[in-house]
């Protein structure tokens, strides 16, 4: 467990992978793309006077990510801006390379681009593409980007990228082709075994859902109710059966996941309770944990953004 002030560091501790800048603990969430982009803005600015380091961002059907990031970054000083994750789907390799190196040449640091390949009915019904070989077409489109031509002003530090990864080949692709891993919609015990696939100094990202009440039959009402989103997507589905979780718990002849399920995504209860979990990530070698929270309602979570902020001596470095 992670320890604050004078307590003594665990073995798992004795050697923390870096957070490359990122702080240890940050957050996760869509609820600035609800928001008029003036409100996210001002919630950007107030995550950042909280403490916070990174604030991850989405791309599927809300905000262009660029856009968005450009914006927020604007009305920060020092958070970082993070895409969990920029689709390959949605823009070619020499776009995403151009945004990318436009918004590092401004922010330096401040942005970090995530990159995924998305999902098969994302990539068909929005974008009207072709979902085939992920991994391929991750490794081609990485070459693509890298062979990108960019004539406008150069960025003065190197862009940084990790890459959404769930699977082993993707994981250590993610390592050697950019800072790490972003992994999403995960329990603890992916988290070991991508430190394990990735080695010890790739950045290791996850996201984790928390839900702030002691109620368990709220808590994972609502913790169910976001899963129903990710738990029949074949690569979140495929990616729990290889850590041993059956069909029955992933979603059930009902469709909807089991109670161990939830709790295995979705972390629940008061604070010491949402703590335990991000130690339990921080023991099994994540570099940085983002935390997602849930509500019931779809109402900017700023209480439980104070709340979590007070955490954030606790995984000081």
């Known amino acids: 467990m992670a320890g604050s002030g004078g307590e003594a560091r665990t073995a798992g501790e004795a050697r923390r992978p870096s957070h490359h800048g990122l702080g240890r603990l940050g957050i996760w969430t ?3 793309d609800a928001q008029p982009m003036r409100g996210a803005q001002r919630a950007a600015a107030a995550l950042e006077e909280m403490g916070f380091g990174t604030v991850w961002v989405p791309e599927a059907v809300g905000r262009e990510p660029f856009a968005s990031c450009a914006l927020l970054l604007s009305a920060t000083e020092r958070l970082t801006m993070a895409t969990g994750i920029a689709s390959m ?12 190196r436009t918004l590092t040449e401004r922010f330096g640091e401040r942005f970090l681009l995530g990159i995924g390949t998305s999902h098969q009915h994302l990539t068909e019904k929005v974008h009207r593409g072709r979902y085939e070989k992920p991994y391929s077409a991750m490794v081609e489109y990485l070459d693509a980007m890298d062979a990108a031509l960019y004539l406008a002003a150069p960025p003065t530090v190197v862009p ?59 808590a994972r009402e609502i913790g169910r109710k976001f899963m129903l989103t990710y738990n029949r997507l074949p690569n979140y589905a495929n990616n729990l ?54 509500r019931a309602d779809s109402a900017m979570p700023m209480d439980e953004w104070r709340e979590l902020s007070a955490l954030l001596p606790r995984y000081r470095d």
Request: hydrophobic share 50%.
């Open 89 to 100: 789907q949605a823009r070619s390799a020499a776009t995403m390379a151009s945004g990318w």
């Open 241 to 294: 059966r290889r850590l041993g979780w059956r069909d029955e718990d992933i979603a059930g002849p009902d469709r909807v996941p089991s109670d161990a399920m939830v709790d295995a995504i979705v972390a629940w209860g008061d604070m010491d309770a949402i703590t335990a979990r991000i130690d339990a990530h921080f023991a099994a070698g994540a570099s940085h944990v983002c935390v997602q929270v849930l």
């Open 160 to 218: 940084r990228r990790v890459l959404a990864a769930l699977g082993p080949r993707m994981l250590a692709l993610s390592g050697r082709r950019g800072l790490g891993a972003h992994p999403y919609f995960v329990p603890v015990e992916h988290t070991a075994e991508a430190r394990r696939v990735m080695g010890p100094d790739a950045l290791l990202a996850p996201e984790q859902a928390v839900v702030l009440s002691t109620d368990a039959g709220v």
């Open 30 to 32: 869509w609820a600035l």
